[in-house]
């Protein structure tokens, strides 16, 4: 399965040496530096200071939105607000990165106030199926179990890289992490990659990797700033934000691999729904404004999609 973000785990994966308990001062939310500089959330490139023009309501897929959803009008995203530059706290306490920018411009065209609230990751679609939330859009991986209970609309396309510290003292390559320790954001397509690659491993005769799970990538981030771990793996935008960030205390090895795309999820069920939030985001790709988020957060045009489509097709 293609590795593009992240992915819900539903169960704790025996074949990992999995630790814990360890207390760290990031939770959930967050800049991404994993607190190894000073300088603010909005520098390096990406700035939450950068405004991008509100999105002009399209009333014919205004129309296209359940009543239920639009009766209080505001469509409540669930998002794990720790995931930088995607999405995350700044140092003024705002929720901000490219899928609230995206999100936001995606509410305005549907006529309808965005809500963006916090929740682990590996809990967003549970909530989401309990309708807790409206609409998912956390760098979700566009996959085959997920399309089971939602629909999803895709929007970008990311990798997974691999994160050391400035210079890989341990000379780490994604190809050779037995014996070494990697953190890893909890619930996330990583997580499924450690366990295949811990499995060749211990085959090989090798030693198996000792893998780390946190709930916040603030927190991944942090381990690995602070030495608790070797190494760490994410998605690519999420890599090179930490990268910058940290003012370079932090560097990627090789390129990144296993690219997906990034859906938002949509209840199965909801009528036009999910049509109405496609098409919102073809317009912005259409007017422009698509790639002026990008380009606010600095995310690799690689993963650039210049057409948007829901996942199962209708």
Request: hydrophobic residues 40%; aromatic residues 6%; neutral net charge.
């Amino acid at each position: 399965m293609a590795r593009g973000t992240r992915f819900k785990a539903f169960a704790l994966l025996p074949a990992l040496a999995l630790t814990g308990g360890i207390s760290l001062a990031c939770g959930v939310g967050g800049d991404g530096s994993g607190g190894a500089k000073d300088s603010p959330a909005a520098g390096s490139g990406q700035s939450s200071a950068v405004q991008i023009p509100a999105a002009a309501k399209d009333d014919k897929l205004a129309a296209m939105v359940p009543d239920a959803v639009k009766s209080d009008g505001k469509v409540v995203f669930g998002q794990d607000q720790s995931y930088a530059p995607n999405e995350f706290v700044d140092e003024k306490g705002a929720v901000v990165g490219f899928d609230v920018d995206l999100g936001t411009a995606v509410s305005q065209k549907l006529g309808l106030k965005p809500e963006f609230q916090n929740a682990s990751f590996d809990g967003i679609i549970t909530g989401l199926a309990a309708h807790k939330y409206e609409l998912a859009m956390s760098s979700f991986t566009i996959n085959a179990d997920r399309l089971k209970t939602v629909d999803m609309v895709s929007y970008y396309k990311a990798g997974t890289s691999l994160g050391v510290l400035k210079g890989n003292p341990d000379k780490i390559s994604v190809d050779d992490l037995c014996g070494k320790n990697v953190a890893v954001q909890k619930g996330t397509t990583q997580v499924e990659d450690l366990q295949k690659r811990t499995a060749q491993c211990t085959g090989a005769g090798k030693p198996a990797i000792n893998v780390t799970q946190f709930q916040a990538q603030t927190d991944v981030n942090l381990a690995l700033t602070s030495k608790r771990a070797q190494a760490m793996l994410a998605d690519s935008p999420v890599v090179d934000y930490a990268v910058k960030q940290t003012n370079g205390a932090l560097e990627v090895v090789g390129q990144p691999y296993d690219s997906a795309p990034y859906g938002i999820a949509v209840s199965k069920g909801e009528g036009q729904f999910s049509q109405a939030v496609q098409q919102a985001l073809q317009a912005l790709i259409g007017d422009g404004t698509y790639k002026k988020i990008l380009e606010k957060w600095g995310l690799n045009p690689v993963g650039v999609i210049d057409k948007s489509e829901v996942n199962p097709q209708p």
